[in-house]
Nanobody, 126 residues
Framework: QVQLVESGGRLVQAGGSLSLSCAASGGTFSNYRMGWFRQAPGKEREFVAAISRSGSSTYYADSVKGRFAISRDKAKNTVYLQMNSLKPEDTAAYYC???????????????????WGQGTQVTVSS
């Protein structure tokens, strides 16, 4: 069973950049596809970005495409979310998630992921 701990969230001005990290432990990292999701107050949790087990495939929500980048480091058991050109509407709690799979595919579906971190808050001021 894998445990996930996010970090890196903070207050940032619109147009700025931020890098989130998600450290995984308790499992073989390369057996899990990973995803980033976010949830703003009063809204449902929504998909942000996903990456396959090997890191060869990535997928993004339309709202962040071209601004955010997901990556993973096998040696550090960590998945990252680089966020550029941040907007106030990016304000949310950001969660990373893991799904044990033998597939090389990614997934944007919340229900696919069995393991979740506690979240890290990103606030973008205008």
């Amino acid at each position: 069973q894998v445990q996930l701990v996010e970090s890196g969230g903070r207050l940032v001005q619109a147009g700025g950049s931020l890098s989130l990290s998600c450290a995984a432990s308790g499992g073989t990292f390369s057996n899990y596809r990973m995803g980033w999701f976010r949830q703003a107050p009063g809204k449902e949790r929504e998909f942000v970005a996903a990456i396959s087990r090997s890191g060869s495939s990535t997928y993004y929500a339309d709202s962040v495409k071209g601004r955010f980048a997901i990556s993973r480091d096998k040696a550090k058991n960590t998945v990252y979310l680089q966020m550029n050109s941040l907007k106030p509407e990016d304000t949310a709690a950001y969660y990373c998630a893991a799904d044990f799979t033998f597939s090389e595919s990614y997934s944007a579906a919340t229900g696919v992921y069995n393991y979740w971190g506690q979240g890290t808050q990103v606030t973008v001021s205008s």
